[in-house]
């Protein structure tokens, strides 16, 4: 029996019944099959001895989810939605799928398309199906204008001569097969690694989807593509991905390819289950969603660095030890600014607990500033986090002393957009140049 899950970061789950009174704990708390749980806690073995977390077991009969989004579908047939825990009000599901969309879109550079009224039932869905659905529109698309063709050199032995003769290796034919002859010749097929990848991500897609559109539309798709063989070397095949003039019409696919062969996640689920699981830590998205925003906000003379590691914290025996790395480097000619981001909640108006600052994260920024932005008689750091409703503005800034601030400023997913920058020097929108012109 197929069991779809949809909950929060750091959702509790559990083996025993739940009673949801709302929206809200339901997203917080839900029940799923015992299998489901072994499945998942035998799941956080492998990420704990890989150095990440998963989920912390409370017992034998709960565990709490940690800071990851995405989906995760186990063998018994579970699929579990995990959204981030941003919304707190409306359509918490919806904005929070819609969000994420959004997020994964923009991080990963995925070629962005307009959503019209056909598009909207496959814009809330889960997130494997949004992902499977633009891949196979994509391929679509491919199939429609044409799949590429190419000559491949083929050698082999036949009863006939075809092509060219390989001489060397016919003078070397034993008495007993004197009647084959060793060929080589040119094929006309779309036996290119591209047509390999995308055929091997379709046929994952034909036995993973779970929606009537996708899946009719993937069987079509396979009959046409009949012919291809699929990939058996997917990192040789992806390596082997041409960007060529000829192969513009491929681009758009490639991201939706690479997300569903687990080519590009920061995390993905990987072992003898060929379900499609796509797991996404929520402050390394967070980072690599305000890194592609910023890339559109700075003007042309800045470059950005993300992450930054050319520093160290110290130099021992004439080596250099312990890098720093912060999220992110803002550079000009004469100027640095040193930001790094962080996937939690404060509140403004908590003085008495720092606003839920971490003292950790000071310290951090601190060598930051003394590292990268030596030498400047002025230094600006900045610490980002997702603006809520406890935290709409910026803080009153941080001085650490010798002409060096610090900055803690909120960024709204919804209206993508850094909120009080213009406070800052940030090299950022329209005021960047007003900044320099003055």
């Given at each position: 029996?197929?069991?779809?899950?949809?909950?929060?970061?750091?959702?509790?789950?559990?083996?025993?019944?739940?009673?949801?009174?709302?929206?809200?704990?339901?997203?917080?708390?839900?029940?799923?099959?015992?299998?489901?749980?072994?499945?998942?806690?035998?799941?956080?073995?492998?990420?704990?001895?890989?150095?990440?977390?998963?989920?912390i077991v409370e017992g034998r009969?709960?565990?709490?989810?940690?800071?990851?989004v995405g989906v995760i579908e186990t063998p018994c047939g579970t699929r579990i939605e995990i959204l981030p825990k941003h919304h707190e009000s409306g359509d918490v599901i919806h904005e929070s799928r819609a969000l994420l969309q959004r997020m994964i879109a923009a991080s990963f550079d995925l070629p962005a398309r307009e959503v019209g009224a056909a598009d909207l039932q496959?814009?809330?869905?889960?997130?494997?199906?949004?992902?499977?659905?633009?891949?196979?529109?994509?391929?679509?698309?491919?199939?429609?204008?044409?799949?590429?063709?190419?000559?491949?050199?083929?050698?082999?032995?036949?009863?006939?001569?075809?092509?060219?003769?390989?001489?060397?290796?016919?003078?070397?034919?034993?008495?007993?097969?004197?009647?084959?002859?060793?060929?080589?010749?040119d094929i006309f097929d779309p036996d290119g690694a591209e047509n390999r990848l995308l055929k091997l991500a379709l046929e994952q897609v034909s036995k993973t989807t779970r929606d009537a559109a996708n899946w009719k539309l993937a069987g079509e798709l396979r009959s046409l593509m009949s012919e291809i063989g699929s990939s058996k070397d997917v990192d040789g095949d992806f390596?082997?991905?041409?960007?060529?003039?000829?192969?513009?019409?491929?681009?758009?696919?490639?991201?939706?390819?690479?997300?569903?062969?687990?080519?590009?996640m920061p995390l993905s689920v990987a072992g003898n289950w060929h379900g499609l699981?796509?797991?996404?830590?929520?402050?390394?998205?967070?980072?690599?969603?305000?890194?592609?925003?910023?890339?559109?906000?700075?003007?042309?003379?800045?470059?950005?660095r993300s992450p930054a590691a050319s520093e160290y914290l110290t130099v021992h025996d004439g080596d250099k030890m312990f890098r720093l790395e912060p999220d992110l480097l803002l550079e000009s000619t004469n100027d640095k600014w040193v930001l790094d981001t962080k996937?939690?909640?404060?509140?403004?108006?908590?003085?008495?607990?720092?606003?839920?600052?971490?003292?950790?994260?000071?310290?951090?920024?601190?060598?930051?500033?003394?590292?990268?932005?030596?030498?400047?008689?002025?230094?600006?750091?900045?610490?980002?986090?997702?603006?809520?409703?406890?935290?709409?503005?910026?803080?009153?800034?941080?001085?650490?002393?010798?002409?060096?601030?610090l900055w803690v400023l909120?960024?709204?997913?919804?209206?993508?957009?850094?909120i009080d920058s213009e406070e800052t020097t940030l090299p950022i929108g329209f005021h960047a140049f007003e900044k320099k012109a003055a």
């Open positions: 029996m197929v069991q779809s899950v949809v909950v929060r970061e750091y959702a509790r789950l559990t083996t025993e019944k739940v009673d949801g009174t709302s929206i809200e704990s339901t997203l917080d708390r839900a029940q799923i099959s015992q299998s489901a749980f072994d499945w998942i806690c035998k799941l956080n073995q492998k990420f704990s001895a890989a150095g990440a977390s998963l989920a009969t709960w565990l709490r989810l940690d800071k990851h496959l814009f809330n869905a889960p997130l494997t199906e949004w992902v499977m659905g633009r891949f196979l529109a994509a391929l679509e698309r491919i199939v429609k204008t044409g799949i590429r063709f190419d000559y491949r050199r083929v050698e082999e032995e036949q009863r006939y001569l075809r092509g060219q003769l390989n001489t060397v290796r016919q003078m070397r034919q034993p008495p007993g097969k004197q009647h084959f002859f060793h060929i080589r010749h390596k082997r991905w041409r960007n060529e003039r000829l192969m513009s019409h491929y681009r758009p696919v490639k991201p939706w390819c690479e997300l569903i062969l687990n080519q590009q699981s796509l797991l996404f830590p929520m402050d390394k998205l967070f980072e690599r969603y305000v890194a592609a925003w910023l890339r559109r906000s700075i003007p042309p003379t800045i470059r950005l996937w939690k909640k404060l509140d403004a108006a908590d003085r008495g607990n720092k606003y839920g600052l971490s003292q950790g994260d000071f310290y951090q920024l601190y060598a930051y500033g003394k590292k990268y932005l030596a030498g400047q008689s002025s230094s600006e750091l900045v610490l980002i986090y997702p603006a809520t409703e406890s935290f709409s503005k910026s803080l009153p800034v941080f001085d650490y002393g010798d002409g060096m601030k909120p960024f709204d997913l919804t209206g993508q957009v850094l």
